[in-house]
């Protein structure tokens, strides 16, 4: 089993020392979500194949890899590093900081160890096309080397989305929209030889109606880059987490509403006011 520590919420930026205890304790328990329903996870190496952590501050996890490491368990670190203004990321590290983390995870684990995420893409009047370009441009060749693919994707406007994008616009003085597809496709095809010409593969999470050719489907919960991390072979299928996933089978351990980045865009998060408290 592959455990997902968690497109739910950030739990190496804030929840390290929770995760540490349930790993050496050998288990967890999650909520489902939708029906309360408790249920207990096994966390023990007999039991799990390897992690995948998500993440925009690694800092406060760094031993935790490590010891992770030395238990035995492969991981890899998707970690999403987009440079937006304060006004769309309110309480994330800046992009430079993010960028010395990535290096500093494939110095130690290995290029395979880290993905870049640049998603989700927000166009809006602080982040119109050329911008993305230009600031997608900074972050991909201060990454060269150290990561292999920058998986990207363009926001999903849930109605929690869009009021968390709107009352952001009206204190910020902004404008955003949802362009529609040829948009979109254009600008990754304009992001495509970027990525290519730092070393770098392109590929597109759950929007497989969007691609443009040279673009891969991604698959952020990968069993085969597991398996080279880990140099053994993880058995395991495809099983998408939600509609258009290329991702593996996985099991999530996080819960939403608890993550206080304050990204505006966020799809986990009813607002920042309740997942501080």
């Known amino acids: ?18 995760f540490m205890n349930r790993l050496r304790a050998g288990h967890c328990k ?7 329903q408790v249920s207990t996870v096994p966390l023990d190496r007999d039991a799990v194949d390897g992690f995948v952590f998500w993440t925009r501050n690694a ?62 893409v927000i166009l809006s009047s602080l982040t119109p ?26 926001a999903q406007v849930y109605r929690k989305t869009a009021r968390n994008m709107a009352a952001a616009a009206r204190a910020f003085h902004f404008e955003w929209s949802d362009p529609p597809a040829p948009e979109k496709q254009g600008l990754l095809a304009d992001l495509l030889p970027i990525a290519r010409r730092h070393g770098m593969a392109l ?15 991604a698959a952020c919960v990968d069993a085969g880059r597991l398996s080279d991390v880990g140099g053994a072979k993880i058995a395991a299928r495809r099983k998408p987490h939600r509609n258009d996933c290329g991702c593996w089978e996985s099991r999530d351990i ?9 990204c505006a865009y966020c799809y986990a998060v009813q607002n920042r006011t309740l997942a501080k408290r």
Not at 205 to 213: E, N
């Open 129 to 154: 096309p050329d911008w993305h370009l230009d600031n997608f441009a900074r972050i991909a060749a201060a990454l060269e080397g150290a990561v292999d693919e920058a998986v990207v994707s363009f």
């Open 30 to 36: 999650t909520i489902n979500p939708y029906g309360g």
């Open 203 to 217: 590929s597109l999470c759950a929007q497989p109606d969007l691609l443009v050719a040279g673009v891969m489907d």
């Open 1 to 18: 089993m592959i455990i997902s520590a968690s497109y739910k919420t950030d739990i190496p930026a804030f929840y390290g020392r929770w």
């Open 254 to 262: 996080g819960a939403y509403d608890t993550c206080p980045h304050g």
């Open 59 to 120: 800092a406060p996890f760094t031993g935790a890899l490590d010891e992770i490491t030395g238990r035995g368990y492969p991981f890899i670190v998707q970690m999403t590093v987009t440079g937006y203004p304060r006004a769309l990321d309110f309480a994330t590290i800046g992009a430079d900081r993010a960028i010395e983390q990535i290096r500093e995870i494939a110095a130690r684990f290995g290029p395979r160890a880290v993905v870049w995420r640049y998603d989700p």
